[in-house]
């Protein structure tokens, strides 16, 4: 049997439902991220596109303006390992939130903003966010030391919990 309780052989399958199977797979894949739910065997996992939806919103950026978000994409993380991550495509940034967004990663040309949406209620002994609005702040990162700062990772510990 080809398909039973969830589990499908895909070396008995033809060429043309191969085919057909990957493109749905992908398709789902791509859509609903259910992959993770489906054990596969025999299927070769390297044909499908199953790319972070945050790495293939970098990768229009130039490779150094990927490696600070990606290094502030695992700071955020670190930090509120249970926050919701999601790219916004329109606003061109990455999002955090858990009841409600605290940051978001906002890649530019030569370096990466990150946005704090309650930054001017932040405690900000240092001065490092910037910002005029009513209420959102930001940090400017332009190299990998300013990703290291401590005042940074207090200032997404205090934004993350107050979106709690």
Request: net charge positive.
């Amino acid at each position: 049997m080809v398909c039973q309780r969830g589990v499908v052989d895909y070396s008995a399958l033809s060429d043309l439902e191969q085919g057909r199977f990957n493109m749905v797979i992908s398709n789902l894949f791509m859509k609903y991220q259910l992959m993770a739910q489906l054990e596969v065997r025999g299927f070769p996992m390297g044909d499908l596109d199953m790319a972070d939806p945050v790495e293939q919103f970098l990768s229009s950026y130039d490779p150094e303006v990927q490696d600070l978000a990606r290094r502030l994409r695992a700071l955020v993380r670190r930090l509120a390992p249970d926050a919701e991550e999601k790219v916004l495509r329109p606003w061109k940034t990455i999002a955090y939130g858990r009841t409600r967004k605290f940051c978001a990663i906002s890649p530019h040309k030569s370096w990466v903003n990150l946005q704090f949406h309650s930054g001017s209620s932040l405690p900000d002994p240092s001065g490092l966010l910037e910002g005029t609005g009513k209420s959102m702040r930001h940090v400017k990162v332009a190299g990998p030391r300013d990703v290291k700062r401590q005042v940074l990772a207090r200032i997404i510990r205090a934004a993350a919990e107050q979106a709690s």
